[in-house]
């Protein structure tokens, strides 16, 4: 992987046409990395994609003490538990994590801080060790992005929560008991987090208003074969019976929906045809619905979906909302897609407070866009105008590269590592697509003293 001060040049306007196929999903593969930590022993995790996230969540793990390392892609058949759609092609990638009988409980501010998903090692660890401390995640760019719900909720299983110096320590001295958990709100890391540490507490664990992402569906998949005991996975009810141990398991990741939802989106707003594999289409329910509403052919199969547009968008609006809503992930690439349809387009964020923190650098390629707290209204313009941008998270920068290629003339990227933290081998997916891009090292900042 090059250094963060690449670019991706994009000459615009440009048409994407063709097949592309997604690995699996960075926020499944994240935490059913993490989960490998519940049971000593090997476990193999297949359709891993190749990004920065990946290979920080395999430091934080091997600075726990296991041994993790890639593997050759799988052998189809034998054993291995998998989401529907996912890729199954021999060569996917595949990691390994030997984890020991008595993993560490520290992780620090220097991983944390680059990679909050990282807090997922919570529950796990609360669960193995009666012990872990955290470093604290801090803000990032779409957010405050709080940790209440995972404290709250592993308190009522029996863990004492302190904090100093940047770092929360939890400790559970009787062990972790099964509790009847609300969460505020269905968040995803607070799920997971409990749903990790409630597999191996003693008794029953009900979580209500749970996450229905297809990603923890994944993670009960894989938490089932390891000998959990789930019922209620996909709904907003789940229920654990904690067990005594773990076995370590070969699962496979799901696809990668936001990888999936991010080229059905530029297929529309470039006129395009793009046949994406490797994801089930359910996951996408909504995205595909808009785009179909915005004027696009759509077709689905079991492993994928066509998305085929002949003319300019139609303006529809989009409301983000916990799955089976509209993902937050996507909505930069909503945004741009409002930019060059027809018509006017309300956009509304109800996930991240900050997500609309990169508004300004779609405005430079010209797109006319006014936000007002959870809102953006955007009108659309026939065509945008290259110009610099500055990546600010990964799909802001995903959305900014789709907007350029709707732009007349050349737009630069910069800040392109947050790219690189969820797409793996954007730019040459982008190429075989036929799109006019290049990724290049930029020349070092200037600077200046008085
Ligand atoms: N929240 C709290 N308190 C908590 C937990 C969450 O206030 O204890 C708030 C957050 O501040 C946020 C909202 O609840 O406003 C949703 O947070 P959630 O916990 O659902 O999100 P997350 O687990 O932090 C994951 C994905 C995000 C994705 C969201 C929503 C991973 C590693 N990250 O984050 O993915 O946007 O769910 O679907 O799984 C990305 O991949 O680019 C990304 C940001």
Redesign the pocket.
């Given at each position: 992987m090059t250094g963060s001060s690449d670019v991706i040049r994009v000459k615009g306007p440009g048409r994407l046409a063709g097949e592309v196929s997604v690995t699996g999903a960075?926020?499944s593969s994240?935490?059913l990395m993490a989960a490998a930590l519940l049971a000593p022993g090997r476990t193999v995790l297949y359709n891993v994609p190749k990004i920065t996230d990946i290979a920080i969540m395999a430091e934080v793990l091997r600075r726990l003490g296991c041994d993790v390392r890639t593997v050759p892609g799988e052998t189809p058949g034998a054993g291995v538990t998998a989401g529907a759609g996912a890729r199954t092609d021999p060569a996917g990638d595949g990691l390994s994590i030997d984890v020991p009988d008595e993993p560490g409980t520290d992780t620090d501010y220097d991983l944390v801080r680059r990679l909050?998903?990282s807090i997922c090692v919570l529950g796990p660890l609360l669960a193995r060790r009666g012990r872990v401390r955290v470093a604290l995640p801090g803000g990032d760019a779409?957010?405050?992005?709080?940790?209440?719900?995972?404290?709250a909720g592993l308190t009522r299983m029996g863990a004492e929560f302190s904090g100093e110096h940047g770092m929360i320590e939890a400790t559970a001295p009787g062990g972790l008991v099964g509790a009847k958990v609300w969460l505020d709100?269905?968040?995803?890391?607070?799920t997971?987090n409990l749903l990790m540490a409630a597999v191996l507490a003693k008794g029953v664990t009900e979580i209500d208003n749970a996450?229905r992402?297809p990603?923890i569906v994944d993670i009960c998949d894989m938490l089932t074969a390891m000998g959990a005991r789930i019922t209620g996975a996909g709904s907003s009810k789940l229920t654990i019976e904690g067990v005594t141990e773990l076995r370590p398991v070969t699962h496979r990741t799901i696809g990668d929906r936001?990888v999936a939802g991010t080229w059905a989106l530029a297929a529309t707003m470039t006129r395009g045809d793009v046949t994406v594999t490797g994801v089930d289409p359910s996951y996408l329910e909504i995205a595909l619905d808009k785009v179909a509403t915005s004027g696009a052919t759509v077709e689905t199969h079991p492993t994928g979906f066509r998305v085929a547009m002949d003319r300019r968008p139609r303006a529809v609006d989009v409301v983000t909302l916990?799955?089976p809503g509209f993902?937050?992930?996507l909505m930069p690439m909503a945004l741009g897609l409002a930019a060059v349809s027809e018509g006017s387009s309300l956009i509304t964020e109800n996930?991240?407070?900050g997500r609309f923190m990169f508004v300004p650098e779609l405005v430079r390629l010209g797109a006319q866009i006014r936000t007002d707290g959870k809102h953006a209204v955007v009108r659309g313009r026939e065509r945008l105008s290259g110009a610099p941008v500055r990546a600010t998270?990964?799909?802001a920068g995903a959305g900014l590269v789709m907007a350029g290629l709707c732009a007349e003339g050349t737009t630069e990227v910069s800040n392109v590592h947050h790219i690189d933290r969820?797409y793996p081998d954007f730019v040459a997916d982008l190429r075989r697509l036929g799109a006019a891009v290049s990724r290049e090292h930029a020349p070092p900042e200037p600077t200046y003293a008085l």
């Open positions: 960075k926020n994240l935490k909050r998903a779409i957010g405050s992005r709080g940790l209440d719900m995972h404290v709100f269905p968040s995803v890391g607070a997971e996450a992402e990603e936001i916990p799955f993902a937050t992930d996930i991240f407070d998270d990964i799909r969820g």
